[in-house]
Every structure is written in structure tokens, then in C-alpha cells.
């Protein structure tokens, strides 16, 4: 069983709903998280981000994610998947309007993400800049994506950084670790190719079914080695 009191161990997420069961007699188990926090930011991947959020849209474990765009990221993803401005941006990254995700502005600092009080189980940047894994790094929490950043690691909770950025330098590898020794998992935006994929579509949705089985949302369809 992983560790309550210890950070570095196998998060047990959703600490509060499992202490109450718990408390009923319930064994202590590691549960999937409910509700989640994704951002994305201003370095290239946005296909990677689309298959993320469809795939957290398609799990019926997740019951509610709160989704965080930078100035930046809404760029990038007019450039690589053909968005049109903000308004109704999750209409068209995924092709449907949501049942579960719901947009926050990256300049709203008071919203509920930005608090330790709100019940988010985890944090993914997917694609995270190097910039955006700067501020994180150093506790520079001027704008909303940056303040969840903060919030999820000083509640101990997972934080994944998707890195897109090469080469890298001395000061994008001291950030990583800085990032890291306060709790982050460094999880580089690196396809997979022993699983033979036949399209980029197919690289973006087994490198979100990673992401997600490190969280405690394994996919049923996802890739498995068997040697």
C-alpha cells in the first residue's frame, strides 16, 4: 500500500472521498481521480492535447476537468489544428460540445482552480513551453495556469508536465529538476514507436494513454508490452 505521509510514493489520489469510505469500513484503496485540472501552453503538441481531451471526455471516471489555455497555447493551436479564436474552443478541439470540461481563463487568478480548498485530484500541462515549466519551477504564479501549478504541489497532489522543447539547455534542465524535487513529474512529450503507430493520431492517443495510466486512468485500448 502506498504511503499516505510521503510524496515521492505512488500518489493515492482522492484522499478525502477514501478517508470517509474508510471511516465506513471501506478497505483504503487507490482510486482513480474524478476531477481533474488541464492546461496547455505555448510549445507545439496541440494533437496531443486534442487526444487528451477526448479521451478524459470518454472516461466516465472523470466526472469533471477544468481546462486552462494560455495566450500562447491558443496560438499554437490556431497554427497546428486550425482553431478559430476563443470562443467555443472546446467545440472545436474535440468536434462536440462537453459534458464534463469546463474552460477557465488563464487571467482569472480567483478561480476555483487557484485554490487548495477546491477538490482537483490532478494537474496536467500537455504540451507544457519551457517558459510556462520556468515560472512552475521558481513559484512564479502571475496567471491562473501557473497559481494551479503551485496549488496542486503544495497539496501534494500529481502534477505532469508534458515538456516540449529541444534542444535543451542548462537552464530548461535546471528548471526540470527544480520542478521535480517539488513534487512534479517530468513527463517529456516523446511519442512511442515499438507499438508500430500508423498515423500521428495514433502516436497523440498511446502517448495520452500513458499520461493518464500515470495518473491512475489506465485505457483499455492502450498499448501493452508482453516481451
Same mark, same amino acid.
Given at each position: 500500500? %502506498?504511503?499516505? !505521509?510521503?510524496?515521492?510514493?505512488?500518489?493515492?489520489?482522492?484522499?478525502?472521498?477514501?478517508?470517509? %469510505?474508510?471511516?465506513?469500513?471501506?478497505?483504503?484503496?487507490?482510486?482513480?481521480?474524478?476531477?481533474?485540472?488541464? %492546461?496547455?501552453?505555448?510549445?507545439?503538441?496541440?494533437?496531443?492535447?486534442?487526444?487528451?481531451?477526448?479521451?478524459?471526455?470518454? =472516461?466516465?471516471?472523470?466526472? !469533471?476537468?477544468?481546462?486552462?489555455?494560455?495566450?500562447?497555447?491558443?496560438?499554437?493551436?490556431?497554427?497546428?489544428?486550425?482553431?478559430?479564436?476563443?470562443?467555443?474552443? +472546446?467545440?472545436?478541439?474535440?468536434? $462536440?460540445?462537453?459534458?464534463?470540461?469546463?474552460?477557465?481563463?488563464?487571467?482569472?487568478?480567483?478561480?476555483?482552480?487557484? /485554490?487548495? /480548498?477546491?477538490?482537483?485530484?490532478?494537474?496536467?500541462?500537455?504540451?507544457?513551453?519551457?517558459? !510556462?515549466? $520556468?515560472?512552475?519551477?521558481?513559484?512564479?504564479?502571475?496567471?491562473?495556469?501557473?497559481? %494551479?501549478? =503551485?496549488?496542486?504541489?503544495?497539496?501534494?497532489?500529481? +502534477?505532469?508536465?508534458?515538456?516540449?522543447?529541444?534542444?535543451?539547455? *542548462?537552464?530548461?534542465?535546471?528548471?526540470?529538476? +527544480?520542478?521535480?524535487?517539488?513534487?512534479?513529474?517530468?513527463?517529456?512529450?516523446?511519442?512511442?514507436?515499438?507499438?508500430?503507430?500508423? /498515423?500521428?493520431?495514433?502516436?497523440?492517443?498511446?502517448?495520452?494513454?500513458?499520461?493518464?495510466?500515470?495518473?491512475? +486512468?489506465?485505457?483499455?485500448?492502450?498499448?501493452?508490452? *508482453?516481451?
Amino acid at each position: 500500500m %502506498a504511503c499516505l !505521509t510521503c510524496p515521492r510514493a505512488v500518489p493515492i489520489l482522492n484522499v478525502s472521498r477514501q478517508l470517509a %469510505a474508510f471511516a465506513e469500513g471501506a478497505p483504503l484503496l487507490i482510486l482513480p481521480p474524478e476531477n481533474l485540472t488541464i %492546461a496547455t501552453t505555448g510549445a507545439s503538441g496541440s494533437l496531443f492535447l486534442k487526444h487528451f481531451l477526448l479521451t478524459v471526455e470518454r =472516461d466516465n471516471r472523470v466526472k !469533471t476537468v477544468n481546462f486552462i489555455a494560455s495566450d500562447s497555447g491558443l496560438r499554437v493551436m490556431a497554427e497546428e489544428l486550425g482553431i478559430e479564436g476563443r470562443s467555443d474552443l +472546446l467545440r472545436q478541439i474535440i468536434g $462536440a460540445p462537453s459534458t464534463k470540461i469546463q474552460q477557465q481563463s488563464n487571467a482569472d487568478i480567483g478561480a476555483n482552480v487557484a /485554490s487548495g /480548498s477546491y477538490p482537483s485530484d490532478a494537474m496536467v500541462v500537455i504540451p507544457c513551453s519551457v517558459g !510556462t515549466l $520556468a515560472r512552475i519551477a521558481n513559484g512564479i504564479a502571475s496567471h491562473l495556469i501557473e497559481r %494551479a501549478a =503551485d496549488v496542486t504541489l503544495k497539496e501534494r497532489r500529481p +502534477l505532469v508536465l508534458c515538456v516540449r522543447e529541444t534542444p535543451l539547455n *542548462k537552464v530548461h534542465i535546471r528548471n526540470m529538476s +527544480l520542478a521535480a524535487d517539488a513534487g512534479a513529474t517530468i513527463f517529456p512529450l516523446i511519442p512511442t514507436f515499438y507499438n508500430h503507430p500508423s /498515423s500521428p493520431d495514433a502516436m497523440a492517443q498511446e502517448f495520452a494513454n500513458r499520461v493518464l495510466a500515470h495518473i491512475g +486512468l489506465p485505457q483499455p485500448n492502450a498499448f501493452r508490452w *508482453k516481451g
